[in-house]
């Protein structure tokens, strides 16, 4: 069984082609906001709308089908950005109607989730999904995914963001910050100077807003924007950690999988490691091409719906949820 999936929550437009388990193509087009500014909805918006059709020719040549060839159309149906997410619906709704394919609505979130059990091999873990709008700590039990904890204001991948279009002026920030970070690790292996931070965990919930506003502060007094990185590296990717440790010991499973857009950051990764071999659990991380958003997770788990039950979305009926949440949806797949 061949699925496309449409990936348009927010910068990022994608088009994934599977054939069952294996992934023929993932062929996507960001949008990037003016030099120093964040997302503006409307501009990702016509951005989607202008090179859709081109990210389709692409994705479909790159995996040799044709469009009648396909037999579930997927697209991401939110949590996003809803004029984003608008054109990612209309226009699975458009190619639905060109074929005898199915229209199955998916979760961002779960998504991420599993196409990362996907490329795994991991079985039943905790899951860390960071990304930059969304930051949760998640288990499955009794047909959902369960949510241990999440963030109280904005995602850490926002957080980031936020920082670094703020004083380098570039964007995305991720990539960015963990390159500074390693300018800003060296002067602190060399002085011993931590800059300070808040550390802000909250029960199983975490809070970053108070972080970029200290960080932002750090940086006007005159401190190197190298060593904020780091500190700001250290402190979050710390609160993440002891989360994630807090809901895999109150759980009592054996493995982490860490998946979403920050989940290519290496020193992220590395803590959950550490952290993982001092509990004798296994460590997990979705590659990395496939850390972002992308088509091809939408396509997977469109799959994955379909062949457990979830019923085809009638194409008039289609509609798209700015905050559905990941604890809403059924998962029928795990037994």
Not at 201 to 210: E, T
Request: net charge negative; aromatic share 8%.
């Amino acid at each position: 069984m061949i699925g496309l999936g449409i990936e348009s929550t927010a910068h990022t437009f994608g088009i994934g082609i599977l054939d069952d388990k294996k992934i023929l193509s993932d062929v996507k087009d960001i949008y990037k906001p003016p030099h120093g500014s964040g997302i503006h909805p409307g501009e990702a918006r016509d951005h989607h709308q202008k090179i859709k059709e081109e990210v389709l020719k692409r994705s479909l040549e790159e995996a040799e089908v044709k469009i009648e060839d396909i037999d579930i159309i997927s697209y991401s149906a939110g949590p996003g950005l809803p004029p984003c997410l608008r054109v990612g619906m209309e226009f699975a709704r458009e190619l639905t109607k060109k074929t005898n394919a199915k229209l199955i609505a998916v979760n961002h979130g779960v998504a991420h989730i599993e196409i990362a059990r996907l490329l795994t091999e991991s079985k039943d873990p905790i899951m860390l999904f960071v990304s930059g709008g969304n930051t949760q700590i998640i288990g499955y039990a009794a047909g959902k995914y369960r949510i241990f904890g999440e963030t109280q204001d904005i995602a850490i991948g926002n957080a980031r963001d936020t920082f670094i279009r703020n004083t380098v002026g570039k964007y995305p920030g991720g990539p960015v910050m963990d390159e500074l970070a390693k300018t800003g690790k060296k002067n602190y292996e060399e002085t011993g100077k931590l800059l300070s931070l808040p550390y802000s965990v909250k029960g199983m919930d975490l809070s970053f807003s108070g972080i970029v506003t200290a960080a932002l502060k750090l940086r006007e007094k005159g401190e190197k924007v190298e060593d904020i990185c780091f500190a700001f590296q250290e402190t979050t990717f710390a609160m993440l950690t002891e989360v994630v440790e807090r809901a895999l010991a109150h759980t009592e499973k054996k493995e982490v999988l860490l998946t979403g857009g920050v989940a290519a950051a290496p020193r992220l990764g590395e803590m959950l490691n550490i952290m993982c071999e001092e509990r004798g659990a296994k460590f997990y991380v979705v590659p990395k091409p496939l850390s972002g958003d992308n088509g091809a997770m939408i396509a997977w788990t469109g799959l994955l719906a379909y062949n457990h039950g979830q019923k085809p979305v009638e194409i008039d009926k289609a509609d798209f949820y700015q905050k559905w949440r990941t604890d809403e949806v059924e998962i029928t797949w795990i037994k």
